[in-house]
């Protein structure tokens, strides 16, 4: 609003010394005929003119305002207001115009444009007399009223559109965010599905809006993986219990059950009550490898020692099966891990080697090390993994193979665990297979952790 006001200002200042200095030029312009007809006629000097004197009264008319003519001696010969005749003036303007210096002075309090006009002579051209002019500049003042007027009506009018538009523009401005908001408060409220949002109206929202729907599609993929994991752990905690409740109703719907039935019956509810309680470890295990890094007990911990024990405590396992279990580490290795989250990393992919194995088969070991890093291989003579498979081990619950791996004590999660553990030391992990000939696991884990 500030340059509205300041436009009045300058309009009305310009206006005012515009018409003043027309009205200063034009004066003398029309006063200098007067001034030569006045040192023509010898006015100074006490000649009579009637020309003279009818021109003064007519420019008196004219402008609304006094002509006086002061000789040399300072004394007042002509006064178009018959006051003054003959009376001495002596003032600073007039002074200063004696010396050569037209004077001008206009006074707005009382609204009067003051000019003096030197009176020289034809010949001489030495200053004989004053010319004193002053001019009623009403009419500038009633000019400067008007603009005034129609000055305000334009600041309200302008004031009224800037405003009008000033709203106008901020609703426009503030509306894609309220599409924003709204689709936020429905997410809030628990709809993930069909809230993408499109808001093209300037490149900044139009960045928003992606940014804000890519965040809409993982919540999404998140909701959906929960969803998923949910129902594959109902699933999986109800199959045991499922054989369980058949193999107690069959015993019970028979009377005199033979003692070997019973006892085999019993035995295999036995099996199945392990292997729940190993789904139940394996995703508590897995729960807490997706913790904040605030449950992580990072220790320097020698890695070689760390294998040896993994090694150690599935050599029975392999022996059973007539598996050779081999430890190669080519260097000591001290890094800074997780020792529990690491071990049940390492077991699983050592048991999986001699679980997926065919008997008489082998599983190598090896760790080795460089300047950052520090590197697992488990690599076994086992059945391999098919290529369309080898993306999906990772899954949480995912099986190649469910009924041989249900055989066997598989509950699908043990990659994932593992899987979860390396991301967690901020490793990798890899895997190559072939059907048939066997697996290899890498897993690459920093020497030093950074949380
Ligand atoms: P599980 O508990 O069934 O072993 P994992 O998550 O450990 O689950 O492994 C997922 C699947 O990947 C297994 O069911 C198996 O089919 C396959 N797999 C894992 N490791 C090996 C391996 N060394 N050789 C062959 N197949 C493997």
Known sequence: MTPIFLME???????????????????????QQLVDQISQSGYVHGNESTQ??????????????????????????????????????????VLESFLGTDSSNYNADSQFLELTIPIRDQETKE?????????????????????????????????VLICAAAFYVARILTRPFG?????????????IEGQEISIPDYTETQLLSEAYNRMLRRMK???????????NVSHELKTPITSMKVLADSLLAQDNVPVELYKEFMGDIAEEIDRENKIITDLLSLVKMDRRSSDVNIQETNI?????????????????????????????????????KLTLALSNLVENGI??????????????????????????????????SQEHIFERFYRVDKSHSREIGGTGLGLAITRSAVLMHHGAIKVYSREGEGTTFTVRIPLKYTA
């Open 179 to 191: 599409k924003i908001t709204r689709s936020l408060e429905e997410v809030r409220g628990g709809v």
């Open 52 to 93: 003279v004197d009818k021109q003064m009264r007519q420019l008196a008319n004219l402008y609304n305002g006094r002509l006086i003519v002061v000789n040399s001696n300072f004394r007042i010969i002509r006064d178009t207001f018959e006051i003054d005749e003959d009376k001495v003036i002596i003032s600073e303007e």
């Open 9 to 31: 200002y300058v309009i009305l200042k310009n206006y005012v010394t515009q018409t003043v200095s027309q009205k200063r030029s034009m004066i003398q312009s029309q006063c």
């Open 127 to 159: 200053i004989e007399g004053i010319l004193i002019v002053s001019v009623s500049t009403e009419d500038v003042s009633e000019g400067r009223a008007a603009i005034s007027r129609i000055v305000w009506i334009l600041q309200l009018v302008l004031s």
């Open 304 to 340: 070689n020692q760390l294998i040896e024990l993994i090694l150690k405590r599935l050599r029975p396992i392999a022996a059973k099966r007539s598996i050779e279990l081999v430890l190669e580490s080519f260097k000591p290795v001290i890094a800074e891990v997780d020792e529990t």
């Open 355 to 388: 679980k997926y194995n065919k008997d008489e088969g082998w599983v190598h070991v090896s760790l080795n090390v460089d300047s950052k890093y520090f590197y697992v291989k488990v690599e076994d003579s086992g059945i391999g993994i098919p290529e369309e």
């Open 221 to 231: 993929l998140q909701e959906d993986s929960r969803q998923e994991f949910v129902s």
